[in-house]
């Protein structure tokens, strides 16, 4: 970027601190949760995740937008971000599979960018402080203003996102995951689930579709009888934004969906797994700054095995508020947070972490194989 070209951009949080920097993408102004992500890689799939919606996220890789962007890395067509704040713009793309450059992908997207943070501090006023609102403008408003937009800016708690960001109409998912050749064949779906969406990533449904399962997506509001009704092999409860203790309606429509189910199996992804404890009597709690990023330990409590997974949540569901009726099923190695669990001896289950990653590691991947497997169990034994 010509120092003609520069754009002055200001990052305000609501306890007064200012971030100023250089403005990329497009001239606009965004408020929301100030969060951070430490993963290396993967800046266009964290930008299109669902679950990041109310967010303005600090990327804590000195370096971004060096692989520019793609239509095939895009995670949802769903509002994401709010905007993304960096240390560093890569002023060179280079990547075979890049389409455009990371400001003209914010840019056609209507998000603004701030470069030239120092993210470091940012990083560790956010830790010492918890997670935080603010506000981020390339469109030259004042810093005090900016302060009191995000002063003014509702907390994430009590904010219910998933509506807003889930499908309107069903649909079925059809693509498995990324081969090579790309016109490898798709797995014969001989499985099939219905997926609630609160924030569904592609990915989730790709790596679902590789286990052979054809993918129903509903709507976040499609009452447990119209699921029932269609006689699913399996249940599948997506990832999303939010609180979820604010989404009390899906929280009855669960109850319904649990007490109907019977022996279907049940899979929930980070929110989908909050909304699934609140269903069951349990209770959720907001975490200090959250857990973002692909570098989290979780330890598997049956086997004992640890799994290095991608993570990316502001809410943490408390599996002793269920009393005897949960197994706790895996734990945050970081914090001994709650990370997976089980009901009653049923196919019921969950996971606070992203077993399709995109971006992380795979180590997590195995699970939809298992839900596979319950679901084909299932499926055998219905007859």
């Not at 009590?158 to 309107?168: C, F, P």
């Not at 924030?199 to 499609?222: A, F, M, W, Y």
């Not at 907001?286 to 993570?311: M, W």
Request: aromatic letters at 6%; charged letters at 20%.
């Amino acid at each position: 970027m010509s120092e003609r070209d520069r754009v002055e951009a200001i990052l305000a949080l609501a306890d007064g601190r200012v971030f100023r920097g250089v403005g990329f993408g497009a001239s606009a102004t965004a408020v929301g949760e100030v969060v951070f992500n430490t993963s290396m890689t993967g800046y266009q799939e964290i930008l299109t995740d669902p679950s990041y919606a109310g967010q303005l996220v600090c990327l804590t890789v000195p370096e971004i937008g060096n692989v520019g962007c793609n239509a095939a890395d895009v995670e949802s067509e769903a509002p994401g971000a709010e905007a993304l704040i960096v240390r560093a713009l890569s002023p060179v793309v280079s990547n075979w599979r890049s389409e455009q450059s990371l400001p003209e992908f914010l840019e056609a997207r209507g998000l603004p960018g701030i470069a030239e943070v120092d993210t470091r501090a940012l990083t560790r006023h956010l830790r010492e402080t918890g997670a935080i609102m603010g506000a981020v403008s390339t469109e030259g408003i004042d810093p005090e203003r900016l302060v009191q937009m995000a002063k003014d800016a509702p907390k994430m708690e009590g904010q219910a996102l998933a509506h807003e960001v889930s499908t309107g109409t069903p649909y079925t998912w059809s693509h498995s995951t990324m081969r090579w050749p790309e016109d490898a064949p798709v797995p014969e779906a001989a499985l099939r689930v219905v997926a609630y969406d609160f924030g569904i990533k592609h990915n989730i449904l790709r790596c679902l579709r590789d286990e052979g399962i054809e993918v129903q997506v509903v709507p976040s509001d499609t009452p447990a009888a119209d699921v029932l009704a269609m006689k699913p092999d399996g249940i599948f409860l997506s990832n999303g934004p939010g609180d979820p203790a604010a989404l009390p309606d899906v929280i009855d429509n669960l109850k319904a969906l649990l007490d109907g189910a019977g022996e279907t199996p049940v899979f929930g992804i980070c929110l989908g797994y909050q909304l699934l404890c609140l269903a069951a009597g349990g209770e959720t709690y907001k975490l200090k700054f959250g857990h973002h990023g692909g570098n989290h330990p979780v330890r598997d409590e049956s086997t004992r095995k640890v799994a290095i997974t991608a993570q990316n949540h502001g809410f943490a569901a408390s599996v002793e508020s269920l009393g005897s009726g949960a197994e706790l099923a895996a734990l945050n190695l970081f914090d001994k947070t709650a990370a997976g669990l089980r009901l009653g001896g049923r196919p019921v289950w969950g996971v606070q972490y992203h077993p399709e990653a995109s971006p992380g590691p795979h180590d997590a991947k195995p699970l939809f194989a298992t839900f596979a497997e319950q679901v084909r169990a299932h499926r055998e034994r219905a007859g």
